[in-house]
């Protein structure tokens, strides 16, 4: 039975992408700083599948004989995720979304207005910056906290006991609502849930959600029309919008998505599937945080996870494992960066390219596997 196994690791990028200097991105390279300036760091599970030959790095042994590697390059404007997940399903964007500093007043209103609320905040910053600076205010008024970053997103943070976990989830539904039909193109509204009591204690949970536009046809759509169960792991779900996805499985943490890849992946199916999953914490807790030593953890527990799963990749199987996005924990500022991203096969031969490639990978391995 055919089955795929295509994995985003979230902001994984290599450097390089032509048009970084357009982004303020010059010389930006996630993996390529990590590995020159984090002593001993190794990948041996990645080196396996060509990740040492994609950045040009000595001592990687020799890859698996049935890996094949490439650079791929984005061709839509933008570096957030939405944009990037898009691409990589042959969806690239013609017209590129929103950004703001602050939201305009009128649309601010009408969203407090409908929530039944009043804000704190409607500026740029990180999520972790921004409970330092507002998170004591929210608890002692109630008063969700609205933000934005460099990405085309709408951001509301509210701790989940004081306002409530439900709330949150449908003041973010009326955001969605608001902007869409207001034409105001921001790729997605995120609910950012928190605990604590204290700027020392508070903690973002796992019950974030992701409201996102509608993306245009997808090759999920293809595969779902052509009987492909489409299964969606990680964020992925709320990413494309449920569209074209069949199944979907959200997690708190890249552990939490490992371990659901594997219980999927040995899972006995009927039908041909597709696995699409994203393993967020690369980018969240550490990229947009510049820890690299967190970051370059990060990648050595994925790559432990990842040597005990390839032996269950078998002939017929196809293995992608790819990026969205950088986000260069020694750039300045704390927002993704515009870089090329790699990609590793096991499956079928892939090629530097466009990131749409990854979609037409896909579904040639349902209709005429490699």
Known sequence: MPRVLCLVLDSVGCGNAPDAANYGDAGADTLGHLFSRIPGLALPSLAQLGLYQVLGLPDGGTPHPAATWARLTEESAGKDTTTGHWELMGCALDEPFAYFETFPADFLTELENRGGVKFLGNYAASGTDILTQLGTEHLLTGKPILYTSADSVLQIAAHEEIFGLERLWALCKTARTLLDERGIRVGRVIARPFLGRSPADFKRTGNRHDYSLMPGETVLNRLQAAGVTTIGVGKISDIFADSGITESYPTSS???????????????????????????????????????AGYAQCLREFDHWLGTFLPKVHPGDL??????????????????????????????????GPFSQVADWIAQHFITPA
């Not at 300045?332 to 090629?351: F, I, M, N, Y």
């Open 319 to 352: 293995l992608l494992i790819t990026a969205d996005h950088g986000n260069d924990p020694y750039h300045a500022g704390t927002d993704h960066t515009r870089e090329q991203v790699p990609v590793l096969c096991l499956g079928r031969v892939v090629s530097d």
């Open 254 to 292: 890249n552990a939490h998505g490992m371990a659901e890849i594997e219980r999927l992946w040995e899972t006995p199916r009927e039908a041909p599937h597709l696995i699409f999953a994203n393993l967020v914490d690369f980018d969240s807790l550490y990229g947009h945080r510049r820890d690299p």
